[in-house]
């Protein structure tokens, strides 16, 4: 049956306007004026959805998830069926989640083991960037044929010595394959001989609480990885993407870069710009392990989150995503009692990441059509998934999302839906909250109510990033 979404205000990435939305099947037929003929046709046949007082925005695209990752000698505590559901509780209807080939693995071995992970599980669509973890000749070859078979990005690590570091020889090499073949190249950005140096030292001092992960993870050796990531880059003639970018010297380098013509670009999350590490990092006893995650939480004294927001207004940083990674803090968390060095990495809040993005438009710091713009049609763009993905137009996918702006209420380990037993965001008061969830014309969230199902999500394969070609 269509559908025709009516009353509402459809939000995209250049403005607002009163419209109504009609849908056949999968996909947005078209976008009408309200009261027009052909909606008060449509409207006479149509299974119709009053969005009135409601934002009707493009589901969200969150490029950034590691759901079921092995690391740190557990598994992230989220599925590919129970992340993906609560990242439709939350408004997202994509997600572009990573295979990872570790050392001496293939990478079509490891990609083959995440399809199988993935598929069948998923309540809503998803696509995989490729983590290179030891960048061979015949990793490199494969980078062609993964470009052709839709997955067009590689994550490179700066961090992380003896498991997933590449030199940057081979980071070049990398860098030099994806200007060949159009690829782009995803990079974490710390410098981890460094840390692990700075690290090795705390805990010989006994420095070992959670909040000597921020500390030893300083954010001079964010922006020096990310300045020489961004000198690679030129040299090896290729795009650049800096993940979860935490420091503002890192990004003053992605800025500089951008202002000088390079093609750079950078993504942000929501806990660098709501968590602290004082505040949080640094809770008393070892509380401070459920926020630990890399990059680290900065220092509110040193201004992070505000200069943050002020790069999602002036486009120096391009996405948010939430490098959704949680673990429990019972049994995962605890594995770093004695020793900060061994606490899982990652934070979990693929179901917050539209609501506490929105809360920068209730304050002022974003508009509303950069707030679609960042959480939706700026992440399709840059990953190829762009126009079936990101915007509410004739053509389009019917991901849509209704949100209430008028809504309010309070984030907790009580009314999330992540598989994990304590919330990131607990306390934080929210305004605006998701009404309904339509996820390729199908409906999967209504008000209180999860109506979706495992399986639902369909496997995209990716174009080109639309900002290279």
């Not at 200007?179 to 981890?192: F, K, P, Q």
């Amino acid at each position: 049956m269509t559908k025709l979404i009516r009353g509402g205000t459809v939000v995209s990435s250049t403005g607002a306007s009163p419209a109504d939305v009609l849908v056949d099947g999968e996909k947005i037929v078209a976008v009408l004026e309200p009261g027009s003929a052909i909606a008060e046709s449509a409207a006479s046949s149509a299974d119709v959805i009053d969005a009135t007082g409601k934002y009707v925005i493009p589901g969200g695209v969150d490029v950034h998830t590691h759901m079921e990752i092995d690391s740190a000698g557990t598994t992230s505590s989220d599925t590919f069926e129970t992340g993906t559901t609560a990242a439709a509780w939350g408004g997202t209807t994509t997600i572009v989640d990573f295979a990872t080939q570790s050392h001496g693995e293939r990478v079509r071995e490891a990609l083959d083991a995440r399809f199988a992970a993935a598929s069948g599980n998923c309540a809503i669509d998803y696509g995989f960037h490729m983590i290179l973890g030891d960048v061979t000749d015949e990793a490199l070859k494969e980078m062609d044929s993964l470009v052709a078979e839709g997955i067009s990005s590689f994550k490179l690590f700066m961090a992380y010595p003896g498991v997933l570091l590449s030199d940057d020889r081979q980071i070049l090499q990398a860098m030099q394959k994806c200007s060949d073949n159009g690829g782009i190249v995803m990079m974490h950005a710390e410098n981890g001989i460094a840390i692990d140096l700075l690290a090795e030292q705390a805990a010989a001092r006994g420095d070992t609480g959670p909040k000597n992960h921020g500390l030893v993870r300083r954010a001079e050796l964010e922006s020096e990885a990310t300045h020489r990531a961004i000198k690679l880059a030129k040299v090896g003639e290729c795009p650049l993407y800096i993940v979860h970018l935490s420091a503002s010297e890192a990004l003053e380098e992605v800025a500089r870069a951008r202002n000088g013509g390079s093609n750079v670009f950078a993504e942000t999350c929501p806990q660098y710009l709501y968590l602290t590490l004082e505040d949080h990092l640094g809770a008393p006893g070892f509380e401070g392990a459920k926020y630990v995650c890399s990059t680290p939480l900065r220092s509110k004294h040193e201004h992070h989150a505000a200069d943050l927001w002020t790069g999602l207004r002036a486009n120096d940083l391009s996405v948010v995503s939430t490098d959704h990674c949680p673990f429990c803090f019972k049994d995962q968390k605890e594995l770093g009692l004695d020793d900060f060095r061994l606490i899982p990495n990652g934070i979990g809040g693929v179901e917050h990441r539209m609501d506490l993005l929105y809360q920068g438009v209730v304050s002022g710091e974003i508009s509303l059509a950069r707030w679609v713009e960042l959480c939706a049609t700026t992440p399709a763009r840059m990953f190829g998934l762009y126009p079936q993905k990101g915007t509410i137009q004739p053509g389009a996918d019917a991901d849509i999302v209704l949100y209430d702006p008028a809504a309010t209420w309070t984030i907790s380990v009580d009314n999330h839906h992540m598989n994990m037993d304590y919330s990131a965001y607990e306390g934080i008061e929210i305004t605006g909250k998701v009404d309904t969830v339509m996820s390729r014309g199908e409906v999967i969230v209504s008000g209180d109510a999860f109506r979706g199902r495992a399986g639902h999500g369909k496997y995209l394969e990716r174009g080109l990033s639309q900002y290279l070609v």
